[in-house]
């Protein structure tokens, strides 16, 4: 596929539009409706450039905003469920489980222990990636120094 | 002192390591679990001792903000170089891949720019 820098001027609005919080959320066909392109294409195109649909786009940006709210610890489930735009308790959790492996309230309980200040994200769940080599196992690099001197 | 790592930041480590092994044909190095994130890296079949690439996650609200303001100003984060241009926009089309410039000649090089659905440009070039 081929977008001219107009196709991808109008995807990259989209993806701000789709990260807003509007009240009733806009459906897909609005937001397509919205940046000129047909529903079609939209989700086509949105697809290929993003690497996943619109819908699932903004499920994923509302599930990662509240991880990090639920990381703060100064909201409760419910607030945080309410603020990230989704109506149902039941459904939030259900799909942060299902996406994260945990219980909102579990992750919080989780994270909370490892908060050094308060309000603030801890380094685990926002790291630079060079920091992670630090927390490898020795293997990952005996491995590389190997490959280094077979080659 | 050597250059034996660079890393680019990706939006979703699964979406990532399928990417840039199924569609560009990167071989994985690496995927070692992390805490909730994993330490992976590629290399190339054509360079397995070149620089590994790691695909870091994007968690670092300040990563984030830098990748989507570099993205949306169409500004490639990372190049890599082919032999054959025309031949692997044909079989990067093919594989759904969207390009947002075609090869075309710029100064010495032939130039060409993909998305990686990771959040980032990605620019091809062959020396002339």
């Known amino acids: ?151 | 002192m050597r250059i034996k790592l660079t890393s680019i930041m990706v939006d979703d480590q699964d979406k990532a390591i399928r990417f840039y092994t199924d569609v560009l044909g990167f071989k994985q190095k690496h995927d070692i679990p992390v805490g909730e994130y994993r330490w992976i890296t590629v290399t190339s079949p054509d360079g397995p001792h070149d620089v590994e690439l790691a695909l870091e996650p994007n968690a670092n609200p300040a990563g984030k903000t830098f990748q989507e303001a570099m993205f949306k100003q169409g500004i490639p984060i990372a190049a890599f170089e082919v032999s054959d241009i025309k031949g692997e926009f044909a079989r990067l089309t093919a594989k759904g891949v969207a390009f947002l410039r075609p090869p075309a000649q710029a100064g010495p090089v032939t130039l060409a720019v993909f998305a990686d659905t990771c959040g980032n440009l990605i620019q091809l070039y062959q020396p002339a």
């Open chain 1, 1 to 151: 596929m081929l977008l001219r820098h107009e196709g991808f001027r109008r995807l990259c609005r989209a993806r701000d539009l789709l990260l807003e919080d509007r009240e009733p959320a806009p459906s897909i066909v609005d937001l397509a409706r919205e940046v000129h392109i047909s529903p079609f294409h939209f989700i086509r195109q949105f697809e290929a450039v993003f690497g996943t649909t619109p819908h699932q786009f903004r499920i994923q940006a509302r599930l990662d905003r509240a991880r990090q709210l639920l990381a703060r610890g100064q909201h409760s489930v419910t607030d945080v469920c309410m603020e990230v735009g989704f109506s149902s308790l039941g459904s939030f959790s259900t799909l942060f489980a299902r996406r994260l492996g945990e219980a909102p309230s579990a992750y919080q309980r989780r994270i909370r222990r490892s908060v050094q200040v308060p309000g603030e994200l801890p380094a685990a769940i926002t790291p630079g990636c060079l920091c992670l080599m630090s927390q490898l196992p020795a293997t990952a690099f005996s491995r590389t120094v190997r490959s280094f001197r077979e080659a």
